[in-house]
C-alpha cells in the first residue's frame, strides 16, 4: 500500500469513527448547543459601542438570561436587548465595568437574586471572579482567539461531539470532561458536590431557554434542586454593606451622565425562595436597595402577571419566560421607562 492510499483509508477509518460517535450521543438524547462562555459573552460586550441611548442592556445572573427573551422584547419595543447576564455571579463586575469603560447612558436592567448580589465583593469569590473574568477577558482577547471563536460556531451548532464547556456541566461529553470524569481506586479529598447537568439552550445572541427536559423530567429537575440545596447550605453570609456601598458609588455615577437603571426581582419558588426569605429577607436587602438607589424597582411578587413557578425552583421553562417577558415589557410601558415602537 502506498502512501496516497495509507493516507485514503486513515482518513477514511477517522470520519467513520467520527461519525459512529457522532451517532452515539445523538441516540443517547444530546443535540448541538452553543457553548454560553466567555467569547460568547465578549461578543455581545464588544456591541456596547454601537449602542444609543434608546438601547436597554441585561446584567445579572442566570435568572435574568433564562426569563428575559430577545426576541419577544425586541417585538414589543422595537429593539432587542443586549444580553450580558452571567450565571452564577454578582451584577456588580460587569456593572462597573459598563460605567467606567463605556460612553453608555441608555437604559441598564439589572436583576437582583439576593444571594448573588449582596454576596461579596472579594475579588477572589466565585460570584465576583466569574463576571470579572469576562470583563477582563474581552478587554484582553486576541485577534486568534476572536477567529478561534468564529471558526467553532459552526461546528458547536452542527456537532454534538463539540458540546464542551466553560460551566463544566456533569453531562458533558467533549474528550476533556470525559476523562474527568474516570474514577480510580479509592481517592480521597474530591469535593461532595452533587452532579449538575446541563439544563439551558443558548442561541449565539445569548437568548437562553431552559431544556424541554427539566420542565418534563422531575427526576432531572430535582438533581438540579439538589444543586440549589447544596449551594444554600454552603454558601458564606452575604456582604451587604460592602455591595450595596459598591453598587451605589456606580449607580450615582451613571446616573449623572444621563443613565437609566432598573432593579428586576425575577421568580423563584419552592424551598429555594423560602430560604432566600429567611436569610436575605425583603425588607432587609430588596427593600433597603431600593430605598437608597432611587430607581424603578419591580419584585415579582408584586405583581400577579409576573407570578410563575420555577421547574427547578430557579429559573422559567421557555414558554413562561417569553410570558414574563411580554408582561414585564407591558408594566415597563405603563411606567413611561419604555416606548413603543415606532412602527406599532
Not at 429555594?272 to 432611587?294: H, I, T, Y
Request: net charge neutral.
Amino acid at each position: 500500500m502506498n502512501l496516497k492510499q495509507s493516507l485514503i483509508v486513515a482518513v477514511l477509518v477517522s470520519l467513520s469513527g467520527l461519525a459512529a460517535w457522532e451517532c452515539y450521543w445523538r441516540s443517547q438524547g444530546f443535540y448541538p448547543n452553543i457553548d454560553d462562555n466567555k467569547d460568547l459573552w465578549a461578543v455581545q460586550r464588544a456591541k456596547v459601542a454601537d449602542l444609543t441611548d434608546d438601547d436597554v442592556i441585561l446584567i445579572g445572573s442566570s435568572r435574568v438570561l433564562f426569563d428575559i427573551q430577545l426576541d419577544e422584547w425586541a417585538e414589543k419595543t422595537g429593539r432587542k436587548p443586549l444580553q450580558l447576564a452571567s450565571p452564577g455571579s454578582s451584577p456588580l463586575p460587569v456593572f462597573h465595568d459598563l460605567v467606567e469603560n463605556t460612553d453608555f447612558k441608555g437604559t441598564i436592567l439589572v436583576g437582583v437574586t439576593p444571594g448573588l448580589f449582596f454576596s461579596t465583593t472579594f475579588p477572589e469569590a466565585f460570584p465576583w471572579k466569574r463576571p470579572q473574568t469576562k470583563v477582563d477577558y474581552y478587554h484582553n482577547r486576541t485577534y486568534a482567539q476572536q477567529l478561534n471563536h468564529m471558526v467553532s460556531l459552526p461546528l458547536q451548532r452542527s456537532l454534538v461531539m463539540m458540546s464542551g464547556s466553560e460551566e463544566e456541566w456533569s453531562d458533558d461529553i467533549d474528550l476533556k470532561a470525559l476523562v474527568s470524569r474516570i474514577t480510580i481506586g479509592n481517592r480521597t479529598g474530591a469535593p461532595d458536590f452533587p452532579p449538575f447537568y446541563n439544563f439551558n439552550d443558548t442561541r449565539i445572541d445569548r437568548n437562553t431557554t431552559m431544556t424541554a427536559r427539566t420542565v418534563n423530567d422531575t427526576a432531572f429537575a430535582n438533581s438540579i434542586k439538589k444543586v440549589w440545596e447544596f449551594f444554600g447550605k454552603s454558601a458564606p453570609p452575604p456582604d451587604k454593606k460592602a455591595t450595596m456601598a459598591f453598587f451605589l458609588q456606580d449607580l450615582k455615577k451613571y446616573k449623572a451622565r444621563g443613565g437609566t437603571v432598573l432593579l428586576v426581582r425575577c421568580p423563584s419558588s419552592g424551598m429555594l425562595k423560602k430560604g432566600e426569605d429567611m436569610v436575605l429577607p425583603r425588607v432587609s436587602f430588596w427593600d433597603e436597595l431600593v430605598k437608597q438607589a432611587q430607581v424603578k424597582s419591580y419584585y415579582f411578587e408584586d405583581y400577579k402577571q409576573l407570578q410563575f413557578e420555577c421547574p427547578e425552583w430557579s429559573h422559567l421553562s421557555a414558554s413562561d419566560a417569553r410570558k414574563f417577558t411580554v408582561e414585564l415589557v407591558k408594566i415597563l410601558k405603563t411606567d413611561g421607562v419604555l416606548s413603543n415602537p415606532k412602527n406599532q
